[in-house]
């Protein structure tokens, strides 16, 4: 069978299961992209577990958003993994926001008393640690460190060439180790 005639199917399907909520033909779509779906979002990084709720989830809207499907607008491949792809968005938006369980809330606990003196002497020590750094290499640190600049920044800012600025800055960071060990 040609391929757009293959193509034309799976859009009557759809078309059945728009109209009249056809689960035979839902059930032959499914068979035929779930785990076309699957592969497709395995393929673009998702763990097979995410890529099998994500292809149950596209599949789903399938059958539930089946009158938004327009054969004059798009294939009925082009549609279903457009709702798969989108789904995978969605999914690494979720993942990257914290949920609401997981965000700080109410005051924070007062930091053990010997906890702070531990830090307070460390910031001491690294203080006194940048002063005995030469002045070149102690400017690097501070620009990187405390300012946030890339070594790219640092370079377009002080015209040294980008290799310099990396070498200065571990030695600098050698000498720190050592003096702060």
Known sequence: ??????????????????????????????????????????KSGASASL??????????TLWQKAH???PTRASAATWIFTIARNRRIDALRKSRRPEPEDLPWGPEAE??????????QDTERLGAALALLPE??????ERAYFGDLTHSEIAAET?????????????????LRHKMS
């Open 51 to 60: 890529a099998e709720e994500c292809a149950q989830d596209v599949m789903a």
């Open 159 to 175: 015209g040294l060439p980008l290799g310099t600025i990396k070498s200065r800055i571990r030695l600098a960071l050698e000498r």
């Open 111 to 120: 930091p053990d008393q010997q906890d702070a003196l531990e830090l307070s």
């Open 1 to 42: 069978m040609p391929s757009d005639t293959v193509e034309d199917d799976w859009g009557v399907l759809i078309l059945k299961v728009r109209d009249n909520q056809d689960k035979a033909a839902f059930a032959a779509l499914f068979r035929h992209f779930a785990p076309r779906i699957k592969g497709f979002l395995m």
């Open 136 to 141: 070149k290499q102690r400017q690097l640190i």
């Open 68 to 70: 938004l499907f327009d």
